[in-house]
């Protein structure tokens, strides 16, 4: 059974700070790394993907991948109070589907 | 920006009853999915959809449940006869191709009484 595991939190920071989050899998063939941000009550939002070893930037945020050490990280810079919600890790499984395997999420909330 | 539309985004139902929930993918998407979210849950993979037949459905995707392309545009997901643990977010989702980015629906709740 393919997993992805992540640290349910809450993880709390104060505003302004870098909140880091992680997540490792289990098979070592994935290809393809995600990260959504979902709000209480609302749909996944797509936030970044990566799919090479080291570091993507993308504004305040930054994905970190090492398939050696089957790990992902989200860092987010200069936190927000809106950026609280759920982050949710997921990586697609390179089968006929290419669906996405989830973890269970990491729950942020930034501190005003 | 093109989305994902589901209808109807809640629904209330009797336990034994049929739901069909709605979706249209985003236009010239080939990929088409449906995920489901009970409440304090991780979003879990139902059933993957591809050149008009499934490619891959989870444990959880058992006889009572079925997924149909009528046409060009729509996507639905049917429970035949819905029970209490059927309650729980639905998401419907699309890719572009196999190696694309998946984009979800703003999902469709559903509460089985």
């Known amino acids: 059974q393919k997993e992805v595991e992540q640290n349910s939190g809450p993880l709390s920071v104060p505003e302004g700070a870098i909140a880091s989050l992680n997540c490792t899998y289990s098979?070592?063939?994935?290809?393809?790394f995600f990260w959504y941000r979902q709000y209480s009550g609302k749909s996944p939002e797509l936030i970044m993907s990566?799919?090479?070893?080291g570091d993507k930037e993308d504004g305040r945020f930054t994905a970190q991948l090492n398939k050696a050490s089957q790990y992902v990280s989200l860092l987010i810079r200069d936190s927000q109070p809106s950026d609280s919600a759920t982050y949710l890790c997921?990586?697609?499984?390179?089968?006929?589907?290419?669906?996405?395997?989830f973890g269970s999420g990491t729950r942020l909330l930034v501190r005003p | 920006e093109p989305e994902v539309t589901q209808t109807p985004s809640h629904q209330v139902t009797q336990m034994g009853q049929e739901v069909i929930l709605r979706c249209v993918p985003i236009s010239n998407h080939l990929y088409f999915y449906w995920y489901r979210q009970i409440l304090g849950q991780k979003v879990e993979f139902l059933v993957s959809f591809y050149n008009n037949e499934i490619s891959e459905k989870s444990e959880i995707f058992d006889d009572q449940f079925s997924v149909e392309r009528p046409d060009g545009s729509n996507f639905t997901l049917k429970i035949r006869s819905t029970k209490l643990e059927d309650s729980a977010m639905y998401f419907c989702?699309?890719?572009?191709?196999?190696?694309?980015?998946?984009?979800f629906g703003e999902g469709s709740w559903l509460t089985v009484v």
């Open positions: 098979d070592r063939g994935s290809q393809s």
């Open positions: 989702a699309s890719s572009p191709w196999s190696g694309n980015t998946i984009y």
């Open positions: 997921a990586v697609r499984s390179e089968g006929s589907s290419y669906k996405l395997i």
């Open positions: 990566i799919y090479s070893n």
